[in-house]
């Protein structure tokens, strides 16, 4: 018994699976048709990986030896930002132009007796399986395939949002070459890699394009705009360009490759990567290798071969385009992070997919992360210049105002809930005092209510009355005498979330009645219908209530406390006023965003004041409500940026709880991404909240700018 | 970490006498737990009636649904099974809840399927104010209720666990599979300001013998599996089938913090109850 196989699609994916299937059932009958003459030369450069190449290898060592007979190949990568030049090694790549790796297997294929059927354009490729026993469909990015059956296979197709085009030059770039330029109409981005000739993207966001009219321009008038732009890289050499089409990158997944058990998909068909985390190639030759395998194990047998293929792919697809979305996103904000120092934005940029970390950076060119270190440490204010060793950005101290915190660490405790009348119980004290005797250089108290009505539950901590301050005065007198560790305050109202049973048994259980206090909200909406309606706040609860936040401040100056943060988020009172779900008010405290934000801010403007000036003050912002009629991202943008011009010294981020209707991310990037992105719209040091647990992880984050401090949660921290 | 076991309750043969032989000499044996699987369009035993037989013939080994579709059933008579329960094992039941993916077992009990997600979470709700309320009684041994545990892998499920319940339970695969889920649940319980940690929970199946042994338990789980297409297939690929495997597997859960796995067999009889017990006994004594 030998199989009939219709392969759709003469592109690298399509004859790396013939050739390899039929190298190992010369029986088999395997035909491919492609509608491009065979010796077609668009396409540029493709990259693979040094991993990529050994698995290439053990495929087919003769299509791995002429693949690498005609390869480049280069290790580091180079950057080119607002006048500087950096360059980390480590990166091994290969490539190889497009043209020769499809004449390789072009021969290949010959040689192995697959039949090759060019200029033969396929329409409906049911024609096509009449009579096999299986059609691959290798038919690309706008694959026809795909769309014959997307019943089956449900594509999911949206575009990324920055323009691209592919360009060549014979200038001799010899390494990876990121270049950032900006000129009047906004920020360039090139992407180059060597070649016999040198491939040169050129990537930007929509508005620049726009700005530039490159949408209007010529051919001729836009490579004539980019060797001027670009003349100090190119010198005398011309950009070449084929097929010149400016496009935004298409995002290709489908739920299932498979179509009836007789049709699969493979390659960009199948999904697409970014072509900034490696190219669609390598994945298209990946998807062959794993369908011969397939074969391999299940013989002839077609629907468990599909099965064990889809299976053996999906978890390394699923990661890679992860990577890779993370990557393309990053180009698409490249803006965002031009307030960098240079050298840090490398380090975010090498750092952008998630795959290679600050210990990742150190293995692959340890120079390059001492000489890093040695930086940092002068910038975070260690020395003049930068010393001649220096540990990781994890150990260098944070100033805030007059405040030097020694380390990027931060502890914080889990919720007391067994204070008595707004007094924290020993045990949370004693609690506390362990967290500030470990070598954190920050510990940030769980949230403590400024009245005793601004509780969560009745066990909730307070900072309300002199007994409190006495209390928390006496664990921070502990702490200074055994350590630098500095210790901030965080101040709450839990607004419509107050009057709770504590947190034991579940979240926002409301009180009986006969132990519930009233409770205090922007608008008289409960939290669940379960929940006691909030009273709408009049004048004089809103000014009652920042005179609350003022006299808890008093009382943490007494107790000594270095650091105020004040709760803006999670729903509680004051970021109930800045979300538009809890907040409709007509007044001047609803509304817009600058309503919402009135009374917040008008909060934090009066602490400011009754706040020593040498004393930091932050906000815990939320970052969203993961609802679409609540604070987005984009409010929370915005509003980061109002609290850098008003003079927040620290901003942690959080999300969600605002409403039992959200659609919550609990994904252990989503917190550090909003974090990231707040904290370079605002230029505000910011705080992570998700609890890192590897000094990698804050190495990570901190090194790259996307953080300044971060939570901490060690595995094996007791 | 802890080492529980399932009772047969879906097996072929599960009568009287394997149910409470095997829950006897579990109670005497290395286990912490017995679990029960919940499918209404099935030959299997009522998971709730199982554990309370079971109460009556053990006194320390807990009781464990893991899990029962919450949905499916009616909010008040859940919460009263549950405490009645808890009172005949004199407080020693943990109430594993999903969604359950079986639409026939929707239909069939009447349940509405669409609605199930908003449903689940309004029961979970209510549970609690049930057994702490004086309406539906018994008031459950256990102060607050039965020890909670949600399962899933949406982000809601999260949400529900940090919202509602006492930890989270596991669908079942191989340790990395269980480590992505569980910490999601330490994001979401962090989040929330839960105290101290959830409680995590996982599962995982076996068959232990010769070759025709560890076949017969694949084909139980294609054909337990079926309705979820390829990927029983999958599951069948992942039956732990050697003591070594078993022993990997177990290490390889607890190295992720695990809690408390339970172990289900896939092929009816005493005898694969004794091979469990040999190879969880010598390394995990309690």
Redesign the interface.
Known sequence: MSLTINVIGGGPGGLYASLLLKKANPDYDITVYERDPADNTYGWGVVFSDATLSSLREADYETHEAITDAFVHWNPIDIYYKGTHHRCGGHSFAGIMRADLLEILQDRCAELDVEMHHEHNIEDPDHLRDDADLVIGADGLKSVTRERYEESFRPKISEGSAKFAWFGTEKPFDVFTFIFRENEHGLWQIHAYPGPKSTFIIECQEDTWRAAGMDEKSEAEALSYFEDLFSDHLGDYELLSKLYAWRNFPVVRNRSWNHEQEVILLGDAAHTAHFSIGSGTKLAMEDSIALYEAFEEKGEDVPAAL?WY??ERRPRVNALQEAAKRSRRYFEHVPRYLHMDPYQFSVHLLTRSGRISYDNLRIRDPEFVDAYDRWFAAKAGEAETPPAIATPPLFKPLELREVRLPNRAVLTP??D?AASDGRPSAGHLDAVVDLGTTDAGFVLT??VAVSAQGR?TPGTAGLYDDDHSDAWGEAIDRIRDRSDTRVGAHLLHAGRRGATR????????PLPSTDAWELLAPSAKPYTS?NQRPKRMDEEDLAAVREEFVMAAEHAEAAGFDHLQLHWGHGYLLSSFLSPLTNDRDDEYGGSLDDRLRYPMAVMESVREAWPADKPLGITLQATDWNSNGFTLAQATETARRLAETGCDLLAV????TS?R???????TALPDYTDRLRNESELPALT???ATTTDEINTLIGSGRADLCTF?P?AFE | MQVGIGLPNTLDGADRDLTLDWAMAAEDGPFTSLGVFDRVVYHSLDPMATLAACAGVTSEIELVTSIIAGPLRSDALLAKKAATIDVLSNGRLTLGLALGARQDDYETVGADYRGRGRRF?QQL?AL?EFWEGDDIGPAPVQS??PTVLVGGES??T??RV????DGYIHGGGPPRAFARQA??????W???????DPELWGHGYYALGDDEVAEAGREYLREYYAFTG?FA??IAEGLLTTPQELVQFIRGYEDE?CDELIMFPTVPGMDQYDRLADVVGDEWST
């Open positions: 099965d889809e299976k889990d919720l809930d769980d949230p969560i504590p947190r034991e048994t579940g979240l926002d259980r379960a959080v999300a969600g709880q039992m959200q659609r919550p991310d609990y994904s252990e909240t998700h609890n949660h595995s | 979470t709700d609690r607050g209720g982000d809601r999260f949400q940090s919202r509602f319940a910490d999601r649940a330490r994001q979401a962090d989040e929330s300001g839960r105290p101290a390829p297939e999958r913090g």
